[in-house]
């Protein structure tokens, strides 16, 4: 390998792995902080709602951004402004606005962060030789991204958070002030003049264009339609348990033990990812795959919500952690082989904001339930709403015989 794309591929290598160790480092604690700090179950539904749906708005831009301003000064943005919403997390004892301010901040990090940095990769590789073989950067990444995912959330939880629960947060807000330091130092300063002007109501106003592409192709495609009607209900059923297993599980333990359980659910989820893709005929089964998912993923929930062993609740949450994980490969398949349109990448885009305003909806829906009653009421409600909604319509696109 050429000298130059070796230290290219290290540097990328390095600055991803300190960015994402900076957010696993409090991942597996998050939730317990900010209940422990004060803000109900409500609250930090309200949170993580608002993490999303900043997201969604800011991920139109970003990738603008980046190309006006260059890859370098967006990086540098994400990691500072994402460090800002930590610290705004750290100082709150309970006020509303920080929690805000924490959700909108985090959340405008992460869209600057979202393909600035594999964008720089490749424009950097391709200047010396544009055959170099991307895919193994980007797999050994992924394998990196995952063992450091495992490892960062464990310390942070066993060992920072034992300690005390705002360790991992302000560890993290300085892991991507770190970060910073080295992207400054890695990327070259490239000439931030402005390409073409800024002009974001150009870009929403595509946005809309697109959005109203995927209405029509929904409303054309019978065969697409179902599939997005059944599959929109599992965001629904999957509201509490990716969002609250930490609150849920660690339950009135005194020492933290949410990092032991980040480890197991990082190994089940790898586990379900790569049994998915050896299933004999899946391309034949995959409609029946998915019903028999929704069952199970329903039923795990509902009985593990029902049920007093705590060994025997978590054995039932990693049945659902392994369903989801191959669950998620095999949806998008099915919805790429029913697009018969060219503009595929606004299609499945059109499908990706629903998903947005769904999970949005679940999470406002799962956390209202759980303040008012409890979570083992808000998971079963959820559960059997999602159940209920998704089940007879994959039955009948089933039945439709589409192309699966």
Partial sequence: MNQEIK???????????????????????????????????????????????????????????SDSFGRRNTMLLSCLIRAAGLLFLFITEGELIYLILGAVLTSIGETLKSGTLDSWLVESVNKINSD???????SMNGIIGKTLGMAGGFIGAQFLGNINLSYPIITGAVLLCITAIFVASFLKNENTKVKEKLQFNKVYKEFFNSFSEGIRYFRENKSFSYLVVSF??????????????????????????TGYLWVFIGVMSIVGTW???????????????????????SISIAVLTMIESYIAAFALFLVHVFITAGDE?????????NIKNENRATIISFYYTLEAIFTIVG????????????????????ALLGFVIALPTMVLAKKRGQTL
């Fill in 132 to 138: 170099e073989q991307l895919d193994k950067i980007f």
């Fill in 329 to 337: 490969i095999i949806r998008i398949t099915a919805l790429h082989k």
């Fill in 275 to 297: 049994f998915i893709g050896r299933l004999p005929q899946l391309e034949k089964k995959r409609m029946n795959i998915l019903i028999i998912n929704v069952i199970v993923n």
């Fill in 7 to 65: 230290l290219i591929k290290n540097k990328f290598y390095i600055l991803e792995g300190l960015y994402n160790l900076g957010i696993v480092i409090f991942s597996a604690t998050i939730y317990l902080y900010l209940e422990n700090i004060g803000y109900t179950l409500s609250e930090i539904s309200l949170f993580i709602s608002l993490f999303w749906l900043i997201s969604f708005v800011t991920e139109i831009p970003s990738g603008m951004i």
């Fill in 363 to 382: 999470l406002v829906l799962v956390g209202v339930l759980s303040d008012y009653f409890n979570m083992n009421i808000a998971w079963l409600t959820c």
């Fill in 232 to 257: 929109l209900p599992l965001t629904i059923i999957l509201a509490g348990p990716s969002n609250q297993w930490q609150l849920f599980f660690q339950g009135e333990n005194k020492s933290i033990i």
